[in-house]
């Protein structure tokens, strides 16, 4: 009966600490910025260490300006088009036909983010020369790291020594 009544007593601490957890509010979301999140991280981090010189910096950073508003449009573009998929499948019943047709929006838009993204690369490659390009494409070809911890804008570079 002991055991029983502790058995109880330990479930319920358990149920309560949980409920404590789950009642806690989520973290604040990080502040939006105009770029995409391609722009903003990943392509930015890998582009600290490729040792640009100051005529290749504003250049792509006008290239990144100025492909910010396009980007975040077909960016909203696909997170529509996401929210839109996803009532037409928690309609009930649901509509085959209209799933289809936000399915094929969703990949439409989402090509069409990829296919903007490519082209701005293409824009920033350009100034680059060989060898940074190269550097560039292994930085982006490599495995993503958290932006928090130690990243590709934290590993050395291969002409380092390091």
Known sequence: MRRLTTRIVVSLFGFALAGLVLAQD????????????????????CLRIIDLTDDQ?????????????TLQADADAVKAARQTLKTALEANPADACAIGADALAL?????????????????????LTPDQVSRLEGCLAAPFAST????????????SGE
């Open 57 to 69: 910096k504003a250049s792509i950073q006008a290239i990144l300006e100025a492909a910010a508003p």
């Open 107 to 127: 990949k439409s838009a989402r090509e069409t983010l990829r296919a903007e993204r490519q082209s701005v690369l293409q824009q920033v490659e350009a100034t």
């Open 26 to 45: 989520a973290p604040a979301p990080a502040t939006p910025t105009a770029a995409h999140p391609l722009l903003r991280h990943r392509v930015r981090e």
């Open 148 to 159: 928090t911890g130690a990243g590709a804008g934290d590993a050395p570079t291969p002409d």
